[in-house]
């Protein structure tokens, strides 16, 4: 089955840097790789995600960029702010969509004002 | 428009002991799923259900836990005889009638203390 790989387990930044936590795959036929924040005592909420024929995708603050080649995804958090302070956990499908998903470990991310 | 609701968000139970954990997906929502996350752990896929159908039940242990998804009311996810590994928060998820490809929405989890 799939195995995904996460990492830093915890990232601290300052306010205002950039942030990238990176996933491996192990399975090169997983197509679809969303991104989750988890705040404490919630449940993971979709940020972005990016199917496997794009090689990058933007929102505002947020970027995610795929490798197939190489089997790895990052996330990209430009001028954070202290409110993006969560877990994050990446994931990855077989199906092309959000059924059966197989999660990271999950980064901390805690960022200092 | 209510997002997934899951009751209880706390739940202690003594070894041998029967959990129910409901889920009511958000409304228009047909498809629902169950995750596991362990401490410190990300989340593990456990089943797969829409309304009266079990899907895919792959990551579902094969003794001791079931799931059900009735025409009417929530989704149920009863573990019987717990034990203290199945201490967990357990958080469903649910999706549009398109099965997937739209927005995988989850409640805020119900946490299971086994004693």
């Known amino acids: 089955g799939e195995n995904v790989e996460q990492h830093p387990s915890t990232l601290s930044v300052q306010e205002g840097d950039s942030a990238v936590i990176k996933c491996t795959y192990s399975d090169s036929a997983s197509n679809y790789f969303p991104w989750y924040k988890q705040e404490l005592g919630k449940g993971p909420q979709l940020i972005i995600d990016?199917?496997?024929?794009?090689g990058e995708k933007k929102d505002q603050r947020i970027a995610v960029t795929l490798n197939k080649t190489a089997k790895h995804f990052s996330l990209h958090i430009t001028e954070t702010q202290p409110e993006d302070s969560a877990v994050y956990f990446c994931a990855a499908s077989l199906s092309g969509s959000a059924r059966q998903l197989t999660f990271g470990s999950g980064t901390q991310l805690t960022v200092l004002p | 428009n209510a997002g997934v609701m899951q009751n209880p968000r706390h739940l202690v139970r003594r070894r041998g002991q029967e959990a129910r954990l409901r889920c009511s997906p958000m409304k228009g929502h047909s498809h629902v799923y169950w995750y596991r996350q362990l401490p410190e752990e990300g989340l593990k896929f456990m089943v797969y259900l829409q309304k009266e159908n079990i899907i895919d039940e792959s990551g579902m242990p094969k003794e001791r836990f079931s799931a059900e998804f009735p025409k009417e009311g929530p989704s149920i996810l009863r573990i019987q005889q717990v034990v203290r590994g199945d201490s967990a928060a357990y958080f469903c998820?649910?999706?549009?009638?398109?099965?997937?490809?739209?927005?995988?929405?989850f409640g805020e989890g119900s946490r299971l203390t086994v004693l």
């Open positions: 998820a649910s999706s549009t009638d398109r099965a997937g490809f739209g927005e995988l929405f």
């Open positions: 990016i199917r496997s024929n794009v």
